[in-house]
T-cell receptor, first 116, second 115 residues
Framework: AQSVAQPEDQVNVAEGNPLTVKCTYS??????LFWYVQYPNRGLQFLLKYITGDNLVKGSYGFEAEFNKSQTSFHLKKPSALVSDSALYFC??????????????FGTGTQLKVEL | GAVVSQHPSRVICKSGTSVKIECRSL??????MFWYRQFPKQSLMLMAT?????????EQGVEKDKFLINHASLTLSTLTVTSAHPEDSSFYICSARDNLVYGYTFGSGTRLTVV
């Protein structure tokens, strides 16, 4: 079975400061990892994904994430937060094992609040 | 890029009636689509996986006779909430496997309120 943990319900950061949103995962095979952002009453917008290759993945809106296999983590980061980054962030994982299916499993979400 | 159109964005219906939600892939063919339900301030709960031309696969605990899913073409999947009750009020989101490598594209969601 695959699972995702986002240990923080909310992260507060001042505008201009770096931000980190944490994510750890568990899968049987190789993980396919994703980050999405959701604004109120909207669907999910894709930020970035890790399938294979470089452990540091760069995505949309200046976000990046680092895949750490030994720590089974995929934390989302941004060097300088903006107020407009305030939203709900979801980490998701899919098991890359052949026959593992297409399903994504989502974490519980982390509300990011960026203040002036 | 891949776009998934979902509508209606909001619907209010009376208890006992049925509501249909559509999910369309606009610029790609989606052999697989997913339907999620999201409660306020909570994560997405996968309800079912729909495959074009075959029966949907429902997650444990989801009533297939209540949440009817049809995926009759490569660009359209529909979710019908039958005999809706207030407890069915929720935010429903669809997603499709897009033509990017292992990509998933999400619709903008439907806010269902049953009164």
């Amino acid at each position: 079975a695959q699972s995702v943990a986002q240990p923080e319900d909310q992260v507060n950061v001042a505008e201009g400061n770096p931000l980190t949103v944490k994510c750890t995962y568990s899968v049987s095979g190789n993980p396919y990892l994703f980050w999405y952002v959701q604004y109120p009453n909207r669907g999910l917008q894709f930020l970035l994904k890790y399938i294979t290759g470089d452990n540091l993945v760069k995505g949309s809106y200046g976000f990046e994430a680092e895949f750490n296999k030994s720590q089974t983590s995929f934390h989302l980061k941004k060097p300088s937060a903006l107020v407009s980054d305030s939203a709900l962030y979801f980490c998701a994982v899919r098991d890359g094992l052949t026959g593992g299916g297409n399903k994504l499993t989502f974490g519980t979400g982390t509300q990011l609040k960026v203040e002036l | 890029g891949a776009v998934v159109s979902q509508h209606p964005s909001r619907v209010i219906c009376k208890s006992g009636t049925s509501v249909k939600i559509e999910c369309r892939s606009l610029d790609f063919q989606a052999t697989t689509m997913f339907w999620y339900r999201q409660f306020p301030k909570q994560s997405l709960m996968l309800m079912a996986t729909s495959n074009e031309g075959s029966k949907a696969t429902y997650e444990q605990g989801v009533e297939k006779d209540k949440f009817l899913i049809n995926h009759a073409s490569l660009t359209l999947s529909t979710l019908t909430v039958t005999s809706a009750h207030p407890e069915d009020s929720s935010f429903y989101i669809c997603s499709a496997r897009d033509n990017l490598v292992y990509g998933y594209t999400f619709g903008s969601g439907t806010r269902l309120t049953v009164v």
